[in-house]
C-alpha cells in the first residue's frame, strides 16, 4: 500500500523528527495486565464435573489468520479461538482426551500452517498419531489424515520448517523418546513420513523429548532434552534428512540443574531455553558452534511452554517464581526481564502463545476443582492480556486524543527494533491516523493494527 507523502530516506532524520514530537508520556515502561477472559464451551466429550475446562496441554497462535489453538484434553479436541474479537469459534474433536495418564492423553502438542489459501491443523495424540485437519473453516475442521508414528504412547511437542515443508513430532514418553519427521505438500495435506525413529545419542530410556522449534539461520530443528542419561539435560539439534547433529550438554556448561522443556528461538539467533525443574533458571543459550550459555534467569524456572513474539522481539516464558504461577516477559536485544506477570491461580498454567498484531497474550487457565480452585475463572477459560502505555501527549495537542488514557497495544503503536544496532526502543515510530502521518512520510512497510475504532497504523522507513 503506497501513499502520497514525501519520502524521508534517512532514519536519523526519522528519530530527530520523533524527538521534536513524542513527549516522555510514550516512553513510560509498557505494563501486560488482564483484558479479558475467552470463555472455553463444553461439549459431549467432556468428563470432567460439571463440564469445566480442567486438562489442557500447549497452545499456537497463526499468525496469518489470527486464530489461537488450543491442545483441550477436557474436550478431546484442539479449541480455536479468534484473535481478533477474541471469541470461541469451532473446534477440531476426535482425540483421545483427558485418559488415566498424561502418556496416553491428547490433543498434545498443536500447529497451524496456511499456505495457498488453505489452513492445515496439525495435533498430536494420545495414540501415537499425528492428525491433521482442513481447518480453512475454524468453525468445521475437518479430519485428512491420522497417521501413527509407530510408539507405544503419546505424540507430543512439533515444529514445522516453512522452508522444507516439514513438520517435527516428539513420541517423547516412550523408550526410549524418538522423534518423527513428516512431509508436508507446502505444509498442507497430504503428509507422509519422511524419517522415524529418531533418538538422541546419549540420552536415556525414559529421559523424554520437549519442545522443538526450527531455526533458519542453521536449516535444522532444536529440541529440548530433559536429560542426557540422567544428567541436567540440554539442547539437541536435528538435520532435515533425519540425522542429529551437535548436542548441547548443561552438564558441561557449568549448570546444576534443568530438565529443559520450553524452547524458542529468537531474531538474536538464540535459544530461550526454559527448565522445567523448579527453583533452577531459565537459559539464554547461544547454538553458535559448540553453543554457550549466553545468560540465566533466576527469577522463573518450572516452565513448559515458550513463547517468541517477533514484533516486540521478546520471550514470553510459563513458569513459577517466588510468588507463585507467573509468566515472565524476557528481551531477546538486551537479555534483560521486563515483566513478571502474577497469574493468580495456583493450579499449572503452562501453556502461552501472543498475537504478533495486537501484542495479546493467550494464557489457558484450568477451571477449579476440590483441590485448586481458580479465582480467575472457576469454569475455566482462556486468559488474554495486553500491554497499555500512558497515551502520547503529542496525540492529544493535535486534538486526536485525550491525555490521561490507557491505550491498548490494539490500538496504539507495536514497538519495533530501530536502526541502531545496540539500542531498542520502545517508544519511538510513526504514527498514523485514518490519512494523517505524524511526522509525513510514504511507507516502506505498512501494518493494519486494528480494524476497530480508528485506522490507526504503524510504518517503517525504507532501510530501518
Known amino acids: 500500500m503506497m501513499f502520497n507523502k514525501p519520502i524521508i530516506s534517512s532514519c536519523v532524520l526519522l528519530l530527530a523528527a520523533l524527538g521534536t514530537l513524542m513527549s516522555p508520556a510514550i516512553a513510560a515502561p509498557t505494563t501486560y495486565s488482564l483484558l479479558a477472559t475467552i470463555a472455553v464451551p463444553s461439549d459431549a466429550a467432556n468428563v470432567q464435573p460439571g463440564g469445566v475446562f480442567t486438562a489442557f496441554d500447549v497452545s499456537f497462535f497463526d499468525p496469518t489468520t489470527r486464530l489461537y489453538y488450543v491442545a483441550d484434553r477436557s474436550n478431546a479436541s484442539v479449541d480455536i479461538f479468534s484473535g481478533a474479537s477474541l471469541s470461541f469459534l469451532g473446534r477440531a474433536t476426535g482425540f483421545t482426551g483427558q485418559a488415566a495418564t498424561t502418556s496416553l492423553s491428547g490433543p498434545n502438542g498443536v500447529l497451524a500452517v496456511t499456505s495457498g489459501g488453505t489452513t492445515t491443523l496439525y495435533a498430536s495424540d494420545g495414540n501415537s498419531t499425528l492428525k491433521v485437519f482442513n481447518a480453512t473453516n475454524p468453525a468445521a475442521p475437518s479430519l ?20 522444507t515443508g ?3 513430532v516428539t513420541n517423547n514418553a516412550d523408550a526410549p523418546a524418538f522423534a518423527t519427521l513428516f512431509q508436508t505438500t507446502a505444509g498442507n495435506a497430504p503428509v507422509t513420513i519422511a524419517h522415524t525413529g529418531i533418538s538422541i545419542p546419549g540420552a536415556g530410556n525414559f529421559d523424554g523429548l520437549e519442545q522443538a522449534v526450527w531455526n533458519p539461520n542453521t536449516g535444522t530443528f532444536f529440541i529440548s532434552v530433559p536429560s542426557f542419561n540422567g544428567d541436567q ?6 538435520k532435515t534428512d533425519g540425522t542429529v547433529g551437535r548436542l ?21 539467533g ?30 522463573i524456572s518450572g516452565t513448559d511452554e515458550i513463547w517468541y513474539d517477533p514484533t516486540l522481539e521478546d520471550f514470553f516464558v510459563t513458569g513459577v517464581d517466588a510468588g507463585g504461577r507467573v509468566f515472565d516477559v524476557i528481551s531477546d536485544t538486551s537479555d534483560t526481564l521486563l515483566q513478571s506477570v502474577s497469574l493468580g491461580v495456583s493450579s499449572n498454567p503452562h501453556s502461552i502463545a501472543v498475537d504478533p498484531l495486537s501484542g495479546d ?24 492480556y495486553s500491554q497499555t502505555v500512558p497515551e502520547p501527549d503529542t496525540l492529544a495537542l493535535l486534538g486526536i486524543g485525550a491525555a490521561g488514557l490507557a491505550w491498548r497495544r490494539r490500538k496504539q503503536l507495536p514497538v519495533f527494533r530501530l536502526c541502531s544496532a545496540t539500542s531498542r526502543s520502545r517508544t519511538a515510530g510513526l504514527w498514523k491516523l485514518n490519512d494523517n502521518f505524524l511526522p509525513a512520510v510514504e511507507p516502506d512497510a505498512v ?6 475504532d480508528s485506522a490507526l497504523q504503524r510504518e517503517l522507513p525504507a532501510g530501518c
Do not use: W
Not at 548441547?248 to 538474536?268: D, E, H, I, Q, V
Not at 487457565?365 to 482462556?382: E, F, K, N, R, W
Not at 501494518?447 to 476497530?452: D, E, F, L, N, Y
Open 166 to 168: 516439514q513438520v517435527l
Open 361 to 384: 497474550v493467550f494464557v489457558p487457565l484450568a477451571g477449579s476443582t476440590l483441590a485448586v480452585p481458580d479465582p480467575v475463572c472457576p469454569l475455566g477459560c482462556i486468559a488474554v
Open 144 to 163: 485428512l489424515q491420522s497417521i501413527s508414528t509407530g510408539g507405544a504412547f503419546r505424540v507430543d511437542d512439533m515444529a514445522y520448517s516453512p522452508v
Open 270 to 299: 538464540h535459544l530461550m531455553v526454559g527448565c522445567g525443574t523448579s527453583g533452577t533458571q531459565t537459559v539464554v543459550l547461544d547454538p553458535t558452534g559448540t553453543g554457550s550459555i549466553v545468560t540465566t534467569f533466576s527469577q
Open 447 to 452: 501494518h493494519q493494527v486494528s480494524s476497530g
Open 233 to 238: 539435560g540440554g539442547v539437541a539439534e536435528i
Open 248 to 268: 548441547y550438554k548443561f552438564a558441561n556448561m557449568g549448570l546444576a540443574a534443568c530438565s529443559p522443556t520450553g524452547l524458542a528461538l529468537g531474531a538474536s
